[in-house]
C-alpha cells in the first residue's frame, strides 16, 4: 500500500528528506521508524498531481484522519510561461556559433546581407540570421585542358592548372550560385581567347625559337650561330607553321601570365570574390593525329642545335691555338722588320761617318777602303800567294787547303796552330834568302823542303 493512500498513516514520505509523516486516523501506528525506498509509481503519480494543478485541474491534498480530500484549482498561465522560458533558452544556447582562425562568416538576417563576422565567438538569433563560414586562406587549385584552334587554323591541346583563393567571402557567397564553376567557364573563355589571337609555332615554341625562324624567313642571321657561317638562311631550317606576324603572343612562356592577367580582369568584373594566385602552363601540343610529324621536327631541331654546339666547341678549341700561332707571326715579322731597320740604320750611320772621314782625307780613306775589301775577300781565300820580292817572280804555292783540315790522332785547333808556325817560318826564310836564277838545283831543292815542310 503506497504512502498517501488513505489508512497507510504508517507508511513514509519518500519526499520528505527521511523524516515520515504519521497519518491521522484509527490506522496510525509507528510506521515513522519504517526507512525502506522510495515506490517509484507512487513518485510518479505526486508528479502528475502536481502538474495537473498547475494545469487548473483539481488534485488530491494529503489524506487527514477521515481520509476525505479537498481540491483547489491552480493557475492556468504558469506552465505556458514556463515552456516560454525553456524554449527562449533552448533559443538563445542555439545561436551560438564559433568562427574558425582561417574562416570568415557571412550573416544573412532574412535573407539580407548583414555582416561579415571575424573569426570568434559570436552569437545570432536562430531562424532570423543565417551565418555561412567561408576559408579564406586555403589555396584551391584545379586543372584544365582543352582543344582549340590557333589564329592560323591550327589546333593545339592546352593543358593548365590555376590556384586561387577567396578575396572576398560576401561577394563568393552572394554574387554567383557557383562560383567555382563560373571561374572554370571563365579561364576556358580567356584561354580560347588568347590562343585564338596566337599562331601555332608562337604557342608550341619558346620566344627564342620564334625568334630565330622568323630572322631566317628574312633572310637574316640567326641568333647564336657561329660567324663562320656565311648564308644562315641556307640552312634547313625545320617549322611547323610560319610564325604569325601579329600574333597575341611571343612564345609559349608568356601563355600562362597573359591568361593569369585576362582571368583575373573577368573575374574582378563578374564579382566572384575569388583571387587568382597562379596560372601554370603544363604542356601545348599538337593533336594526337599528327603528334608523331610535330616530335620529328622538335627532334630535328634539337639536333641541329646539337650541331651548333659541336661546332661552337671545335671554334672555342681551335681558336686559342690559331690565335698563338698568329701571334707569333707577328711577333716573328715584327722582330725581321726591327732587325732589317736596325741593321740599315747602322749601314747608313758606317757609310755616313766614312763619308766625313772620306771628305777630310780622300786618299788615305780610299787606301783603307781598298785594304778593307782586300783584306775581307781573300780572308776567305784557302790559297795563299807569298811575294818573294823583285828578284824571282815565281810563285810558291802552298798546301793551305791542306791545313785548315784537322789530322788524324789530334784536334784541329792544335793542327791549324802548328801548320801557321811553320807558314810563317817557311815565308821568313824565303823573305830572308832570295832565291837565285842560276842555283836552280837548290832552288828545286828548297822548293821540295818548303813542299814537304808544307805537308
Known amino acids: 500500500m503506497a504512502w498517501n493512500e488513505p489508512g497507510g498513516g504508517n507508511q513514509q514520505d519518500p519526499w520528505s528528506g527521511g523524516g515520515g509523516r504519521?497519518?491521522?486516523?484509527n490506522g496510525g501506528g509507528n510506521g515513522g521508524n519504517n526507512q525502506g525506498p522510495p515506490d517509484l509509481d507512487e513518485a510518479l503519480k505526486k508528479f502528475q498531481d502536481k502538474l495537473s494543478r498547475l494545469m487548473g485541474k483539481r488534485g488530491k491534498r494529503g489524506s487527514d484522519g477521515n481520509g476525505g480530500g479537498s481540491g483547489g484549482k491552480g493557475n492556468p498561465f504558469i506552465l505556458p510561461g514556463v515552456l516560454v522560458i525553456i524554449a527562449l533558452a533552448v533559443w538563445a544556447g542555439s545561436g551560438f556559433y564559433v568562427v574558425d582562425q582561417s574562416e570568415r562568416g557571412v550573416v544573412l538576417r532574412f535573407g539580407k546581407y548583414h555582416?561579415?563576422?571575424?573569426?570568434?565567438?559570436?552569437?545570432?538569433?536562430t531562424f532570423v540570421d543565417q551565418v555561412t563560414r567561408v576559408n579564406v586562406t586555403e589555396v584551391r587549385s584545379f586543372r584544365q585542358d582543352a582543344s582549340m584552334l590557333t589564329s592560323d587554323t591550327n589546333i593545339v591541346t592546352v593543358r593548365?592548372?590555376?590556384?586561387?583563393?577567396?578575396a572576398n567571402p560576401r561577394d563568393y557567397v552572394l554574387n554567383v550560385r557557383d562560383p567555382e564553376q563560373s571561374l572554370r567557364n571563365a579561364l576556358d573563355s580567356t584561354l580560347r581567347h588568347v590562343v585564338g589571337a596566337s599562331g601555332m609555332q608562337n604557342v608550341l615554341t619558346s620566344t627564342t625559337e620564334v625568334e630565330e625562324v622568323k630572322q631566317i624567313d628574312e633572310g637574316g642571321k640567326v641568333p647564336d650561330m657561329p660567324e663562320t657561317v656565311e648564308d644562315p638562311s641556307e640552312l634547313p631550317v625545320v617549322t611547323m607553321t610560319p610564325p604569325v606576324p601579329d600574333s597575341l603572343l611571343s612564345g609559349r612562356e608568356e601563355l600562362g601570365p597573359e591568361v593569369a592577367k585576362r582571368l583575373q580582369e573577368s573575374l574582378d568584373a563578374y564579382g566572384l570574390g575569388l583571387r587568382l594566385q597562379t596560372v601554370n602552363l603544363e604542356s601545348t601540343q599538337a593533336p594526337e593525329q599528327v603528334q608523331d610529324?610535330?616530335?620529328?621536327?622538335?627532334?630535328?631541331?634539337?639536333?641541329r642545335q646539337r650541331?651548333?654546339?659541336?661546332?661552337?666547341?671545335?671554334?672555342?678549341?681551335?681558336?686559342?691555338?690559331?690565335?698563338?700561332?698568329a701571334q707569333r707571326f707577328i711577333e716573328e715579322a715584327t722582330g725581321y722588320r726591327n732587325t732589317v731597320v736596325s741593321d740599315a740604320e747602322g749601314q747608313t750611320n758606317r757609310f755616313l761617318a766614312v763619308l766625313d772621314e772620306y771628305q777630310q782625307a780622300p786618299d788615305v780613306t780610299r787606301q783603307r777602303l781598298y785594304l778593307d775589301t782586300v783584306s775581307e775577300v781573300l780572308g776567305n781565300n784557302r790559297k795563299a800567294l807569298i811575294d818573294v820580292g823583285s828578284q824571282n817572280n815565281?810563285?810558291?804555292?802552298?798546301p793551305l787547303d791542306q791545313l785548315g783540315k784537322p789530322r788524324a790522332g789530334g784536334s784541329g785547333s792544335?793542327?791549324?796552330s802548328q801548320d801557321i808556325r811553320q807558314?810563317?817560318?817557311?815565308s821568313q826564310q824565303v823573305q830572308n834568302e832570295p832565291l837565285s836564277g842560276s842555283d836552280n838545283s837548290s832552288g828545286q831543292r828548297q822548293s821540295s823542303g818548303i813542299s814537304r815542310e808544307g805537308r
Open 307 to 325: 650541331l651548333i654546339n659541336e661546332a661552337r666547341a671545335y671554334e672555342n678549341a681551335l681558336q686559342p691555338r690559331t690565335e698563338g700561332e
Open 115 to 125: 555582416e561579415t563576422v571575424n573569426p570568434g565567438l559570436h552569437w545570432s538569433p
Open 423 to 426: 807558314l810563317e817560318s817557311v
Open 394 to 398: 815565281s810563285m810558291i804555292y802552298l
Open 160 to 166: 593548365l592548372s590555376a590556384q586561387y583563393q577567396v
Open 414 to 416: 792544335d793542327a791549324d
Open 293 to 303: 610529324a610535330v616530335d620529328d621536327v622538335i627532334r630535328s631541331r634539337e639536333d
Open 22 to 25: 504519521r497519518g491521522s486516523g
